[in-house]
């Protein structure tokens, strides 16, 4: 590097003149203070405060980039790069990539058509046909087939107990801009037998192969609804059917359900209509049973509602007015009953509080008598139920997102409520028919409160799996009659489904139910008739199939009821199949 001679002279003068005038300024400040302590200088002081304006100078900006002049720059120098190949023998071949794939699960195949057919021991068969025909886009046919029967022989029976049971329903719906419809034929045929004597009642073995004990049961009608979805008319449901038995007796009933929505207020008001007619007789006249051979009723109703709802809560507020017709005895009557209900979710999805108060007429009928209890005599007493109220009160959510509950507590009194009685036994009639060997039932109506505490918790862990557990247990009070006969103290199940994976499926359920009593009362020729209460021992009917998908269409099952192999009785005297094991194929298809 170069010296610079004429840089180096300055810079000493300047640190030359800068000692100098520092020399002076402390000279003067000592003088200064030798003055102040001969008190020359007043002590007073003057302090000025000036406030802080701070600024901002404009930035200093290097205009153009600095020229370096250094003569030892280095160049740089030149490179020249080359490449010699030659080959190399390998064996090596690389696979080809593929992208990454993400494995979906097949759904399973769904068919518009299921069949299925099961024969098992005692002779049982089951066999369900499914079908829908597609006519066009918006319109359907549709088939429904059903059949379960038995030879019968069960253990220690002597009268025939074989039964059968079939129904077929052929449905239509088509679908419109404005509505949907659909209509819907329906038939029935079955059979069973008054095959339960109970022990007091002996009949000597001649005679048993003369008695008639074949009840059957022929059914027919038609369904046909129709939904608008808008304006003020909503809907309308009609039903219709004739039911009728081998032993003279017949019924026929017609329900009528119009919908309507309202707009009375902000809130829409439902209003719906019900016209419920039946009429029946009775050819029998079974022994001391005094009643009346023919009854019809029409029961007309009207049923105002609204529905308040926000995120949290939902709330029903409704009543029903109704005014029954007693068209034989020239009886009418006028009812109004509470339609009220309600929900607040106070922990979001885990606990949710409801309640309510519910009431009704419930029309009974002849073919609904047979449908709970096949055993009935050919000859009853046929009246409606008042529902005065129902009161509830309970709490439902969820423990985890899969396990959930519900608990309910309730209070109902019914008015006429239709128990079933064992039959009267009159030993002093000498000709009987085939359901007056003590062995059907009857109907008696009384006044009966119901105390019923309800429990239930469900289990989702997948798509595979779930399990349901509930359980009811009743408390009885009744007005005339000493017990409510055959309602149960108790009742439970359990339903559970396993899907292995798509070809092995497992279900099971169970039914367990309390003790319940009937009244045995016997007519002899003393004086004084005899008269007991028998109480029927709680039972379990335990219930295990198994389901075997072969193909998408073809599949096999094996079915096991009645597991533990208990001869339980439902009713007093019937007793049921034990273990029954049954195996059968299904079959799904498109036409």
Known sequence: MLYNHKFNTSMRFKLGISIGLFLVSTALSFAQEDKEEQGDIDTERLIIVKPYSPTVSDAFKIKQNPVINDSTERQKKKVNYTINSFPVASTFTPAKGRAARVQQQALPASFDNYA?????????????????????????????????STQGGIDGVALDDEFYDTQLKLGYEQETRSFTWGTQINALHQSFNWYGLPQEFSIPEPLLDGIETGHAYLGGGLDAYLNTGEGVFQAIDLSYMRFADNWGAGENRLVLTPKF??????MPVDLELKFDYVNGNFDEQPNNVSFMPKYAYLNSSISPRIVLSDQDYSVQLGAELVYSMDVENEKN?????????????????????????????????????????????PALVVAPTDKQYNVFVGGKGKFTEALSYNVKASYQNEVNKALFKHSTDNQNVTSREGYEYFNSFGVVYDEVNTLQLFAELQLDINDQFNLKLNGSFYSYGEDREPEAWNLPQFESQLMLNYAIDQKWLISASMLAMGERKDSL?????????????????????????????????????????NLLGDN???????????????????????W
Do not use: C
């Open 333 to 377: 009557n006028f009812y109004i009953y509470p339609k009220v209900s309600g929900s607040y979710r106070l922990a979001g999805d885990y606990f949710t509080v409801y309640g309510g108060a519910q009431g009704g007429l419930k029309q009974n009928s002849y073919y609904g008598f047979t449908q709970n209890n096949p055993f009935v005599a």
């Open 568 to 590: 339980y009785e439902r009713w007093y005297a019937y007793p049921t199949q034990g273990l029954q094991i049954m195996a059968g194929a299904t079959y799904q298809f498109d």
């Open 116 to 148: 299925s057919l099961g024969v098992g021991n005692y002779f049982n068969v089951d066999a369900a046909f499914f079908g829908r025909i597609p006519l066009s886009r918006y319109q359907d046919l549709n088939l429904s087939f059903t059949h379960q």
């Open 261 to 266: 929505e309202l707009p009375l207020t902000q």
């Open 521 to 561: 009362f016997i007519i002899n020729s003393t004086p004084e008739s005899s008269a007991q209460t028998q109480t029927l021992d709680a039972f379990i009917d335990a219930n295990l199939r198994v389901d075997y998908q072969f193909t998408e269409q073809w599949g096999f099952f094996l079915r096991g009821n």
